[in-house]
């Protein structure tokens, strides 16, 4: 979408919609408190008029009751006015912040791949939060602005109509210029929100290569990048904010114009005997009380500005579609499930190719061993196979059913996948072994982590299944968190596992540990293992070598093992020479 491309407000009224009642409310108490306000300065004309003439003192002092019951509803109505207002704000924002994460969620990885989670924050969060007090009070406020704008203008031509003609003309001089100046601030306040939001990229990328920042000395150097971006921020919201303050300083001028010219007016009719004191009293009084709903829709034009950004970056995101689109089948054949690449062709960008005319077959149950240099395109196989990428060319079969036909969350429950990165929850070591799921009993959990032979690492744990871990995967070395993740899958009871192997070098009881593991997830379903120790592939039935994103490979492990011209045959003889080493 193009920046500067109107956007239409409509699409949220689906928001609003779900508070309509609770708006209707808020429409209610509005007209009650603006009839209060109307109200009041009428009853201090009669009092002072009253007590010019030498009135009543009964009538006087029920009129000063009046004015004071009037005064205390109308700040009643107030107080209740904004408690709703607030209200209606979280309720409405909090369904498009919900629906702007669950969008992101679905979004393709190429699309997350560009931004940082800082960004996302600011985009999910930043973006809506300027638009709540838009969401609360916007159509209340102008609704509210015109209600008391009529009232004040209808009643001044009920008293006296020149006056009223000099107020009608001043306030749609006003609304005018507000109006024509109203888009003033958009595309600076957008620019504003650009430049925070890659601020928070920036703090929470440095965060996140917090070891990286400390021990490459590279502190000076974020900085500097800081400084640079918080002087973004800052230039650009300065603009934005005076270029949101034009509309209320154009107003105030005009308003103190609009003052004098009817206070002299009033004054010259007093004289000459035509108006009342108490008459002359309601016309400054009103005159005064056209400046509220007048600044109020000014204030109203600023928040509409600042929302209206918010409001397109929301909008833009919501209509980014993923790549990624959804099957409409869901049946994949029961058991391990086989696997087919036939000619897959896949590039992250355009100009380059990672995955060249990838084709191959594996039978249910079958185990697959990949090798290859760093780089050569193993785990885009995988990320493939679990549809995280559209492919450029070819296709992928999963149980003999093409995957782009699939519905994905069809595919994610029958394929697990460990990857060298163990993401963790903040939660207990149940809820991340079974990923929220309180259907999986720790009963099956234990039978389990005792079938992989991890019991006696759960019990070394302060508190077993409820020791808390923290988010990330800091609280737990990198064995740890591989075991972690194959009990993980493991419970999931998947039908094709992909494993991406640790490069790291583990100790040898952990090693023996997820050797052990490992054997028994594979032995009951199909199991691709991207290996980078060749010890792992001695339990593999084939082995494909990958070399610059082609096959350079492929054959059964033992064929391969015994052909001495093979590259398989090559890389165990260099193993082999390493060792000793
Ligand atoms: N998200 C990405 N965006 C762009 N290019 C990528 C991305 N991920 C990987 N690549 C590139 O694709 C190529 C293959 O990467 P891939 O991760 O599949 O290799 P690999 O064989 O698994 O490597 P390693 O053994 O280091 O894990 C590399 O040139 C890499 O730079």
Request: glycine share 8%.
């Amino acid at each position: 979408m193009p920046p500067h491309k109107q956007v239409s407000m409509l699409w949220l009224l689906r928001y609003l919609a779900a508070v309509k009642g609770r708006m209707a409310l808020l429409l209610l108490l509005l007209l009650a408190a603006t009839a209060c306000q109307l109200v009041n300065p009428q009853l201090v004309q009669r009092f002072i008029d009253t007590a010019a003439a030498k009135g009543d003192m009964t009538r006087l002092l029920g009129l000063a009751g009046i004015f004071l019951l009037v005064a205390v509803c109308s700040q009643l109505f107030t107080l209740m006015l904004n408690y709703l207002g607030n209200d209606v704000a979280w309720r409405a924002t909090n369904r498009l912040r919900a629906d702007l994460l669950q969008h992101c969620l679905r979004l393709d990885m190429r699309f997350h791949n560009l931004k940082t989670p800082g960004v996302m924050i600011e985009r999910i969060d930043g973006d809506v939060t300027s638009m709540s007090n838009f969401f609360a009070m916007f159509i209340v406020q102008i609704f509210g602005s015109f209600v008391l704008l009529g009232g004040i203008l209808g009643f001044m031509f009920a008293y006296h109509w020149p006056i009223a003609v000099a107020m009608t003309v001043f306030t749609v001089l006003a609304i005018g210029v507000m109006a024509v100046v109203r888009n003033l601030g958009v595309a600076s306040s957008q620019a504003e929100r650009e430049a925070s939001a890659s601020m928070y990229g920036l703090i929470e990328e440095r965060l996140a290569g917090i070891e990286d920042v400390q021990t490459g000395g590279n502190v000076p150097y974020v900085m500097n990048r800081f400084h640079r971006a918080m002087r973004s921020v800052f230039q650009r919201g300065r603009k934005a904010w005076m270029l949101r303050v034009v509309p209320w300083n154009a107003t105030v001028i005009m308003f103190t114009v609009a003052v004098t010219v009817v206070l002299l007016m009033g004054v010259r009719l007093y004289v000459s005997g035509e108006l009342s004191l108490g008459m002359l009293y309601l016309i400054f009084q009103y005159t005064q009380m056209l400046n509220e709903p007048i600044e109020q829709l000014g204030n109203q034009m600023q928040e509409f500005q600042k929302a209206k950004s918010g409001l397109r970056r929301s909008r833009e995101l919501l209509s980014l579609q993923s790549e990624v689109v959804d099957g409409d089948g869901s049946e994949l054949p029961p058991g391990p499930l086989g696997v087919e690449f036939e000619q897959v062709r896949f590039g992250y960008s355009q100009d380059k190719t990672v995955l060249h005319d990838i084709s191959f077959s594996l039978r249910p149950g079958e185990r697959l061993g990949i090798v290859g240099r760093t780089g050569s395109g193993k785990s885009s196989i995988s990320r493939l196979l679990l549809r995280l990428y559209n492919l450029d060319g070819g296709v992928i079969r999963v149980g003999g059913v093409d995957t782009s036909t699939l519905r994905l969350d069809a595919l994610y429950r029958r394929v697990g996948m460990v990857t060298q990165e163990v993401q963790l929850f903040d939660g207990t070591l149940r809820d991340n072994l079974t990923l929220f799921d309180s259907a999986v009993s720790d009963e099956t959990i234990l039978h389990t982590t005792d079938r992989l032979g991890l019991s006696g690492w759960i019990a070394g744990l302060p508190h077993g299944l409820d020791t808390h871990l923290q988010a990330g995967g800091s609280s737990l070395s990198a064995g740890e968190a591989q075991l972690f993740a194959l009990t993980r899958v493991f419970l999931t009871q998947p039908s094709l596992v992909i494993l991406d192997e640790p490069s790291s070098r583990l100790d040898a009881a952990t090693e023996a540990a997820l050797q052990g593991a490992v054997d028994q997830l594979l032995e009951r379903c199909t199991g691709i293992v991207i290996a980078h120790r060749l010890a792992t592939l001695e339990r593999m039935d084939t082995i494909m070598v990958l070399g610059e994103g082609r096959i350079l490979e492929y054959g059964a492990r033992m064929d391969l093992a015994r052909d001495p011209a093979s590259h398989y045959s090559a890389l165990l003889r260099a193993d082999r020479q390493e060792e000793p080493a």
